[in-house]
């Protein structure tokens, strides 16, 4: 009778627990009344339950059980390894083996992947064992967590690496910019925390208790927040270890989900979901293929992550996010195009911030930044639904034009500000999303997201420039921030005396990142040098290859150095023994500027046939590493822009039969740069008169 009644106990907690799962509402309470101690083999029905395979076949039955892979005696060797670690009697050790390299081999074969030694396969499976499951059962709960929970691409280098980077980056950028600058990439500490869902480091019991809620969450992308939170945790000891190697860090950060404890896991869950409110949607929307049961590859993605400066968000987001009540992610759009394109149209609610400024004016530049961040505030207390907590960069949507906004972005990180987005696709994705919303009939009050600075509707157009609408009658109402733009930019002195305590992250900002440069009084004409002024005769008879001339669009298919690792350029020297060789001729003290917008504080030191560049280093004053190295012979090309006649870019290459190959390309803004590109010229004729004469 006593069997009987537990028997139907049983039944019924099965079924609650099915019916809590299936629900997807069940709350912290309902999980603990549900999920208890129990017994080895109902904690198996419960994962099973979990991972929808309880009462599933037998899926190894098809195969006839060769163990003849490539890499079969590394699978062997890791099987056994496993089983070693677990203690068991000898009789059980042979056949947990032949398990677990069982359950390996056929993975690897029926999804034509090869095992590698980086692979976390043997501690997902570590905590399946304890179970005590067939070896059926065994494989079904391992194929749904590798379906289900660990990403695709989890290998060095991988897509899921760079998207936790991001959003590391989006809530804690003083944590990820200590990381970048140590070189530590988040696939070194943490690509077996994500392989193995944190099985590789905790404490089995722990394990379980962090799989219980992982599992009746459903929510694959909850293993992102879980591993910012450990990091988050760590983050004083992290700061501290400024003076450490970057194996040690790499070691403590790898170890540190072992501190953790049972009783730790319903905080850390609770942290989790807290930052996951914290986070833009897109971070997931446009991530959806890293999980999933297709064998197709990831595909090429619009964005590159490992390139991205920082997360991308999309236009429906954007558009949505602020019409919703005050729980959740509000973004405070920041438009930095042109002037002139800003006033043709923008988004209604949108502060407008003219990148151009960064270099044209930096004094004007940091009073608009000053304003913006006061616009966000009295926003932000007004309850103005152009209000957001969360600082999204909008620019044009070309990259030729968008380098400049990345400098701006690149400004906002390196003062460590939280929050900080980037529109992805810029205003032409704004107004192709608005022109699609129409043709469907989604939205019949598109319109009034686009006005111009007259207050007007401004036309909407398709990303091929095409006006798809007449303007509106003119009697549009301009937005609070459209307001606070105008007014907040003023130069006027009433304007500077209010302005009062702003948002800004008081840590220093590091020597590296600063954007306080000697910027020349003189005004500096547009052409620096004239081509017409060129001196020498052809060399060999081939036409030279080296000219200097204004540039009105980067060359963006052409290679820049930046490409280049900076762990192949670490040599390391004291800039001023070498600015006092006898053979540096000329000293120009300058900023690199790389394509994402960074700038690094650098000398350049020109010699008699190179061109030397020594990059310094922040955390050693008075030492550098010498970035690049170009023979004066190479230069093909020296342009400028004619808005930006400080911004030079040297291209490098080789003439023969085919024509010029670029090889390496160089921007620098460099202060007085009409009279350092002068005697860089100078420098290139000599050599060249000398190539020809000897």
Known sequence: MADAVEEALQ?????DLA??????????????GIVQEHSVEQKAKTWKIALNVSGKGDSLSPWDGVLDLPEQTLIHNRSQQLIDQLGVSEDERSEMVSDVESVITFYCKSRNITFTPELSWPHLLKPLLGLRLPRSDLYNCFYAIMNKYIPRDCVPNGRPFHLYRLLL????????????????????????WMGSLFSSHCLPEVTQALWDSYFQQTDPFLIFFLMLIILVNAKETILTQEGDNKEDIIKMLETSPSLLESEDIEDLFSLAQYYQTKTPLSLRKMNQNLFGSSLVALKEEDTDLSQALCLPVSVPEILQANQLQQEGVRFFVVDCRPAEQYNAGHLSTAFHLDSDLMLQNPSEFALSVKSLLEAQKQSLESGS?????????????????????????????????????????????LQQHLVDMNVEGLDSSYVHW??????????????????LLSPGDGKGVKSLVNKMTFALKSKSVNVKEKMISFIENTSAP????????PWPEKVIPDRHVSSSDRVGKPYRGVKPVFSIADEEEYDTDEIDSSSMSDDDRKEIVNIQTWINKPDVKHHIPCNEVKETGHMFPSHLLVTATHMYCLREIASRKGFAYIQSRQALNSVVKITSKKKHPELITFKFGTNNSAGVEISAVERYLIPNAGDATKVIKQQIMKVLDALESS
């Not at 039944?11 to 079924?15: L, R």
């Not at 019916?19 to 603990?32: F, I, P, Q, V």
């Open 11 to 15: 039944g019924s907690w099965d079924q």
């Open 19 to 32: 019916e809590a799962l299936d629900s997807g509402g069940s709350d912290m309470e309902m999980e603990r």
């Open 169 to 192: 980056q989006y809530h804690e950028p003083e944590l990820c910019s200590f990381l970048d600058t140590k070189k530590i990439t988040p696939d070194s500490y943490a690509i077996n």
């Open 385 to 429: 639904i152009a209000s957001g907590e969360h600082l999204c960069f909008m620019g044009s949507g070309r990259e030729e034009e968008d380098m400049y906004m990345n400098m701006v972005l690149a400004h906002f990180l390196q003062k460590n500000k939280e929050y900080v987005s980037i529109a992805k696709g810029g205003f032409m994705a």
């Open 450 to 467: 686009i006005v111009s600075t007259s207050g007007s509707h401004s036309s909407l157009s398709s990303a091929d420039g095409d006006s």
């Open 510 to 517: 590091v020597d590296r990142m600063s954007f306080n440069l």
